[in-house]
């Protein structure tokens, strides 16, 4: 009888696997354009390769169809011959005949509510190695009824209404709205990854509402991303999340009103009230804070609703980033929104380029707990008087320099005599599923971050290449 069972088990296996199918998109390809895929009929391990072009793609479309952990529906990008990434332009684009799908004007590509494809939860969706731009205010685009439409001020490139196991990979999302925006739907939205992308040029100018991401889930993380600024004139946040268990995690992120503004689910009490939204890691990424730009806050956690019941009164742990401010005048590491959050902060590099005394911790409210970090000499606990608590837990590093390989060039690597090498604590018990293992790598890149036994401070790990041959 088992045997039986396995020999259907087998057939079963290579039946589904039977009934996927690739489709090509562009020139030279079995199809012309994107509407010549039918995004209604996808099906579990489904692969539509958009292959490049010398012009855009000036189509809009909705995906709302449903993969398994196994075979889940990419969406892929096909570089051209000087690696271009095929461009889905968002200016005077068509919508997809045969589709329907309310709020057109809120993204270039959608993924989740409509009425055709009949409205489900989309699943295990891939998209990869796409420039999606021009989602934006100032543009026109043709909806599904053959009618012209302005996009809206938070028009996304992507924009997720509702999804579960989401993959956005390796994409460009430029000159929209938000360049990304994902939507809470009452918690159903969850376990999403952002890895590899250039997210960069988003935002609506003299507006602060829209960011270079805004997004609320369960479970998000995001991961070897480059964040540049946002579009000159755009008061917006770099990376904005009111999610419940989130990770940032070997980013570089550069620009931008704050470069992390993490607050309340104000719309969601599935988020307020899920276990993981308490806690949130941020670690292994570089952070830069340009001169003149925006918030001279670095990282907000924890609400901005006014709804103070729903903040995220958890727990922020910041550990092995390296932080550097090109301001001129004042920076604030961490604005803790009462005094209900915490801040566990260590093995942190905080380098400004203007005098120490510049440089403060908080911004006056919360607990902020710090230890085996890399400070400026002469560095502020606040530019105020707190009405929060400053823990100074010992064995914090001060300098004018952390000694990094090339502070112009941005080379954040420090030398192999600098004074942050082994001096990391080691990672907690608590966080042993996240422990730094990787390094970003520019751009967009990552590699293993080495193991030598004693942790350095900072986001990269140095090795001296006389003892430690193979490592770069």
């Not at 997809?96 to 993924?111: D, S, Y």
């Amino acid at each position: 009888m088992k045997r039986k069972t396995y020999t259907f088990i087998a057939l079963l296996l290579v039946f589904s696997s039977v009934q996927a199918a690739d489709y090509h998109i562009g020139p030279g390809q079995p199809l012309s354009a994107i509407a010549d895929v039918d995004w209604t009929a996808l099906q579990a391990g489904d692969n539509v390769y958009i292959h490049w072009r010398s012009t855009p793609y000036r189509e809009k479309w909705v995906i709302n169809v449903q993969g398994t952990a196994q075979n889940p529906i990419s969406i892929i990008g096909v570089n051209g011959p000087n690696g271009q990434q095929p461009v889905i332009d968002g200016e005077n684009a068509v919508t997809v005949a045969g589709l329907n799908f309310w709020n057109e004007p809120r993204g270039l590509i959608k993924i989740g509510g409509s009425n055709i494809p009949g409205d489900a939860l989309p699943q295990h969706i891939i998209i990869e190695n796409l420039d999606i731009r021009s989602a934006y205010k100032d543009y026109q685009f043709i909806n599904d009824q053959g009618q012209t439409e302005t996009y809206s001020n938070n028009a996304a490139a992507i924009y997720v209404e509702k999804a579960a196991h989401l993959t956005i990979r390796n994409c460009s999302l430029s000159n929209s709205g938000n360049g990304l925006f994902i939507g809470a739907f009452n918690g159903q939205t969850e376990d999403i990854l952002i890895e590899k992308n250039h997210i960069h040029g988003n935002g609506v100018v003299g507006r602060i509402y829209e960011h270079n991401t805004y997004t609320a889930a369960i479970d998000i993380t995001y991961q070897f991303n480059r964040f540049g600024p946002l579009k000159a004139g755009a008061g917006g946040n770099n990376l904005k999340d009111r999610s419940a268990g989130l990770v940032v995690a070997y980013n570089w992120i550069e620009g931008g009103n704050r470069q992390l503004d993490l607050v309340d689910a104000e719309d969601s009490e599935n988020l307020v009230n899920h276990p993981s939204y308490h806690k949130t890691h941020v670690y292994g990424n570089v952070l830069i804070e340009p001169d003149n730009d925006g918030n001279s806050q670095i990282i907000h956690y924890g609400g901005d609703s006014g709804t103070t019941a729903d903040y995220r009164k958890g727990t922020l742990f910041l550990y092995n980033n390296t932080i550097i401010s090109q301001r001129s005048g004042n920076t604030t590491l961490v604005r803790l929104s009462t005094n209900d959050e915490t801040a566990e902060v260590f093995n942190n590099i905080y380098y400004g380029e203007s005098a120490g005394h510049t440089l403060a911790l908080i911004a006056g409210n919360g607990t902020f707990n710090y230890q085996h970090n890399w400070l400026k000499t002469n560095y502020s606990d606040c530019h105020c008087n707190p009405n929060g608590t400053i823990n100074n837990l010992g064995n914090q590093i001060t300098g004018t320099t952390p000694d990094f390989l090339d502070l112009n060039g941005q080379n954040y690597r420090l030398t192999v005599n600098a004074p942050g090498i082994n001096q990391g604590m080691p990672i907690p018990a608590n966080l042993s599923t996240h422990i730094p293992h990787s390094e970003y790598q520019k751009h967009q890149q990552a590699s293993p971050r080495p193991n030598d036994g004693s942790i350095d401070i900072g986001a990269y790990e140095t090795i001296d290449l006389i003892f430690a041959d193979g490592f770069e």
